[in-house]
């Protein structure tokens, strides 16, 4: 069924949705264009950019931001991490709308559509800074066409919703600020950034370094880095996937009875400092633990470390980077 408001039409979620293939994030180009199934556009906006990333994590800002200085990132009091696929969409409105009247739409139409609105604010009360600026820093969005879209906490809107069912649940971030073309004409049109989510779990326990692959990597480089070492988001215990990881390391171990090793714990940037350079250490810990009193592995030969974000091997400001900077190394000693 289709829910059409004056000027949002939204679809129904269907679980076929979820069922999309999951390809690599990239820019679209002009010809392969097109709206998300669950939220339409706003009548007579332009699509100008999509893209669509297999698995992400997005934290939704449910309340004004104020600027922390420990994560060094605007935040709001009530947050909820949500992963899985992620769709963004830049559109420019008709230049005879207003950002106001976008965003009296988007609402109504969410509500019409089965969608609960989460958070939703104004200019006046979106806080330091607007959610907008926020969400638009790392978008994938080639920098070009994103650059015409600014987010003035001035002047910019904010709404975060859920829809869908309990089974297959669909989020939708909604920015509202203003667009100009490439010559900066002074009548510029509302921007409309809209951010898709679509939960999925990750797939872990899909890489993995073997006995043998180590060995060449610490005698050649000095360390060997693992990603086949699991852990939940902010815990420093061991998932069941990480079994098959831990018997390599201590094959290897076994193998190569005068190798000592510092395991060492990274994190990528998302938190506080000293926060990820302690659940890091606990990590790197509970790896020596497992090694020990299930491998049988001489405790004397293992040092656990943390050092949380001090060493990244990519930059933060992607997905992709951030999960190869959340890993395990070992380090000759």
């Excluded at 556009?41 to 931001?65: C, D, H, Q, S, W």
């Excluded at 009296?104 to 330091?128: I, Q, W």
């Excluded at 201590?250 to 926060?275: C, E, M, R, S, W």
Aim: hydrophobic share 45%; charged share 20%; net charge positive.
């Amino acid at each position: 069924m289709k829910l059409v408001t004056r000027d949002i039409s939204i679809v129904s979620m269907c679980a076929s949705v979820l069922l999309l293939s999951c390809l690599v994030a990239a820019q679209a180009t002009a010809a392969e264009l097109k709206d998300h199934p669950a939220i339409k556009r706003y009548n007579g906006a332009t699509l100008v950019a999509a893209t669509e990333t297999p698995f992400e994590k997005i934290r939704m800002e449910l309340g004004p931001l104020a600027w922390d200085y420990q994560t060094e990132r605007a935040a709001a009091k009530k947050s909820r991490d949500v992963e899985g696929i992620v769709f963004r969409f830049l559109y420019a409105a008709p230049a005879q709308t207003t950002a106001a009247e976008v965003f009296r739409n988007y609402v109504a139409a969410l509500k019409t559509g089965g969608f609960r609105v989460l958070y939703s604010c104004a200019p006046s009360d979106c806080g330091e800074i607007s959610h907008g600026s926020v969400y638009a820093k790392d978008t994938p969005i080639d920098r070009f066409r994103m650059g015409n879209a600014s987010f003035a906490n001035s002047e910019s809107y904010f709404v975060a919703a859920q829809g869908g069912t309990t089974a297959a649940p669909l989020y939708a971030l909604v920015m509202i600020g203003r667009y100009e073309d490439d010559a900066k004409n002074v009548t510029a049109r509302p921007a409309i950034y809209q951010i898709v989510i679509q939960p999925r779990a990750a797939a872990t326990g899909q890489v993995q370094v073997d006995a043998a692959a180590m060995k060449s990597s610490i005698a050649t480089t000095g360390k060997a880095l693992l990603y086949g070492v699991l852990f939940d988001t902010n815990s420093a215990v061991l998932k069941p996937a990480s079994a098959s990881q831990l018997d390599e390391i201590a094959k290897y171990l076994v193998a190569n009875p005068k190798i000592n090793l510092l395991v060492v714990g990274h994190t990528d940037n998302q938190g506080a400092l000293d926060f990820n350079v302690e659940l890091s250490r606990k990590r790197a810990a509970a790896v020596v633990q497992a090694l020990v009193s299930k491998q049988g592995i001489d405790a004397k030969r293992l040092v656990p470390r943390g050092v949380g974000m001090l060493a990244p091997v990519e930059s933060n400001r992607t997905e992709a980077g951030r999960v190869k900077n959340r890993r395990v190394e070992l380090v000759e000693r």
